[in-house]
């Protein structure tokens, strides 16, 4: 009975259950909490706290997972999971900061907006009308004014309309106008740049005008994927041109292993033609017997660096050389397989032509070696060639072996004498010479012997070292031993005395004279007592202050007078206030003197640096005459170093066209000094004539 009224019951009361409504619970909590401090604290809503309203009020702090607000007024929505500040606000997420008067957030988004705000990415500072943090982190700025000068005041800075960056990656901004202090310097419609602690890519504009090419923009970026690997890009435009692409890349693992190449091409809008050049050398240690190395060197025309490279040491390029090599060394001897090319300059100067190929070439030549007792040491060489020269006109195969003797003898305290013997063996598959009727002679297949011999007697005297060498080489006829004495020159290819002297009284002061007498006959050229005395040389160089020097050097010809005279005169140094003066004459133009003048001013302790130069043509054909003065080149340079950038104002006139201005602003904000240090190695090694903080060729 009770077990039965027990069972009713407990029907019935499920019965009441299921008939009423359900218990709805309250929704769960977020899932991070807000933490928050504040000087005063003001709550409306319910006891849950879902719609709760908050009011925070004096040195507020609120956390909310990587979030951080700080604010003096702070207006919490529980509801919308929504904020606003006032009076002060700073919104920081673990990657920006952004502080500004007045602001708004949303936790659930986890993205806030600044009223004037004020933001840091190094080194970069930012101000701008408003700034807003995304959910992806990154910062939207509008009206921004952004700079990295750390200077006070600030040099230089940046206004866009819109700035975007994405923490630790990049920055980029739109409709961009770049000043120097007050003065607007230059536009672009975009701005990218680098924010990686190890950038990739590096990019400078550099404006200019040219009086051949028109209006300029040149674009430098720069790339190092690696240490040991960096390379430039060069995109520019011309306005009389057109588009102008390049690039550069130098690589320098250690220093058995290196290398770097150059190259650039335009299409002219004025003429059609393609304008190009590359120049590129390479040294790589294969092991330590095998290493290779290369040289490559072409270009359209030889005027195309003084249109669009004009930094270039080789303004108007009058010869390509080309040439690969791949070496073997031992300690006994060395082997060598190569090929080498050599074009001149055509004689309108509108391209190149092949004067002398090699392709291939063998050589081989041992070191210094000695057998049994002899005194002397003996040197073996050989070398196989097929080569052409423009001078025959034709393909020739040729091969040779030679055994030199050299021994040392010193005769008493002071005196030493060197001779040396020669003989050696050469085959040509073809050889055409001049006989005494000046036809030509053709021999196949042709062996011919040689023997040389020389010696140096060297003195060593209070008043300099004096060197008296003799040359002799005696030339056999084809396929026999006999002297070649029915040749033009008598089979004598060179029967030479010459004596030196060289001088140093002083350890600035270096001087040295030479000069020579030649036997050499030939049939049909007489040959007089003027044309054998050898050129008398003379050197003379002097340092006379520390920064003070002086350089001459004279040639003079008995027969044709003053060959050559060069005289080069500087003070200081180039990377300092300096000043530079030389005057060159030559015999192939008797009637001109060329003189060129260099200065440069940089006043101790200050950031500008101002540079010219002035090239000067003096024509004298029937004597010095100052009407045939005329300045052919002119070039000023005023250069302005803030302390995180560099500018460079360039303008450059000389023959050819060429009548340019530059403008170059340079941030060195950013590149590591391991880079710098790696490129400064690699382009003094291939391009030893460029000049501090030049960029290309």
């Known amino acids: 009975m009770r077990w039965t009224l027990f069972v009713a019951l407990n029907l019935c009361s499920a019965r009441a259950v299921l008939a009423a409504e359900p218990f709805v619970l309250p929704p769960p909590p977020a899932s991070t909490a807000p933490v928050y401090s504040a000087d005063y604290f003001e709550y409306e809503g319910s006891t849950t706290g879902v719609d709760g309203k908050i009011l925070l009020e004096g040195n507020v702090e609120l956390k909310d997972s990587s979030w951080t607000l700080r604010a003096k007024t702070l207006h919490l929505n529980m509801m919308r999971r929504e904020g606003s500040a006032a009076g002060g606000f700073e919104l920081d997420d673990g990657l920006t900061v952004l502080r500004g008067e007045s602001g708004s957030f949303d936790f659930e988004e986890k993205s806030g907006t600044v009223n004037e705000v004020r933001a840091e990415y190094h080194p970069w500072r930012i101000w701008a009308k408003s700034g807003r ?390 049939r049909h050229i007489p040959t007089g007592f003027r044309q054998r005395v050898q050129p008398f040389t003379t050197d003379l160089n002097i340092t006379l202050r520390r920064k003070l020097s002086l350089s001459l050097r004279d040639s003079y010809d008995l027969n044709d007078g003053n060959e050559s005279f060069l005289a080069q005169l500087d003070y200081g140094y180039r990377d300092e206030s300096f000043f530079s003066m030389g005057v060159s004459h030559t015999r192939d133009r008797a009637d001109s003197y060329f003189a060129s003048t260099e200065a440069g001013w940089k006043p101790k302790d200050s950031k500008w640096e101002f540079r010219g130069a002035l090239r000067y043509l003096i024509n004298t054909p029937g004597g010095f005459d100052t009407r045939g003065f005329r300045l052919f080149e002119k070039e000023v340079a005023v250069v302005r170093k803030f302390h995180d950038f560099f500018t460079k104002i360039l303008a450059r006139f000389r023959p050819g066209g060429v009548a340019e201005v530059q403008l170059r602003i340079e941030l060195l904000t950013g590149r590591p000094a391991i880079l710098r240090k790696a490129a400064k190695k690699w382009e003094e090694e291939w391009y030893p004539w460029r000049e501090k903080n030049e960029d290309r060729d």
């Open 133 to 522: 943090l995304a959910p992806d982190r990154k910062g939207h700025f509008k009206k921004a004014y952004f700079t990295s000068c750390s200077g006070n005041p600030i040099d230089y800075h940046f206004r866009s309309s819109g700035l975007h960056i994405k923490p630790g990656k990049y920055m980029m901004a739109t409709n961009v106008r770049f000043y120097v202090g007050p003065i607007p310097v230059f536009y672009s419609p975009v701005l990218w740049r680098s924010l990686k602690k190890n950038k990739l890519l590096r990019a400078r504009v550099i404006p200019g005008w040219d009086n051949r090419n028109g209006a300029s923009i040149r674009t430098h970026t720069l790339f190092s994927p690696f240490v040991w690997l960096q390379g430039k890009l060069f995109l520019d435009y011309y306005g009389e041109q057109g588009f102008a692409q390049g690039s550069e890349i130098g690589f320098r693992p250690d220093e058995d292993n290196r290398g770097g190449i150059y190259g650039y091409h335009i299409k002219e809008n004025e003429t059609g033609d393609r304008r190009w050049t590359i120049i590129g050398n390479t040294y790589s240690s294969i092991n330590s017997t095998y290493s290779i190395q290369g040289r490559l060197q072409a270009q359209s025309d030889p005027e195309v660096n003084n249109d669009y490279v004009r930094s270039n040491a080789f303004r108007v390029t009058p010869e390509l050389i080309n040439g690969g090599a791949l070496t073997r060394r031992t300690n006994l001897t060395t082997t060598r397989i190569l090929y080498s090319r050599l074009d001149l300059s055509n004689v309108s100067n509108t391209g190149f032509q092949l004067e002398r190929e090699s392709l291939p070439r063998l050589e081989f030549q041992s070191s210094q070696l000695s057998w049994r007792k002899l005194p002397t040491l003996f040197t073996v060489s050989a070398f196989a060639d097929n080569s052409f020269e423009r001078s025959r006109d034709f393909q020739q195969k040729s091969a040779g072996v030679a055994v030199e003797t050299t021994l040392t003898k010193l005769l008493m305290k002071g005196v030493s004498l060197t001779p040396h013997l020669k003989l050696r063996q050469e085959f040509e598959d073809k050889r055409e010479v001049l006989n005494t009727s000046l036809s030509t002679q053709t021999f196949r297949d042709a062996f011919i012997a040689y023997y040389e011999i020389g010696t140096n007697l060297r003195f060593d005297t209070p008043i300099g070292d004096w060197d008296a060498r003799y040359a002799y080489t005696q030339r056999m006829k084809p396929g026999t031993f006999k002297t070649d004495s029915g040749a033009l020159d008598y089979g004598v290819e060179q029967n030479l005395i010459t004596l030196q002297n060289t001088v140093r009284p002083h350890r600035r002061v270096f001087m040295r004279f030479s000069s020579g007498y030649d036997f050499q006959q030939f």
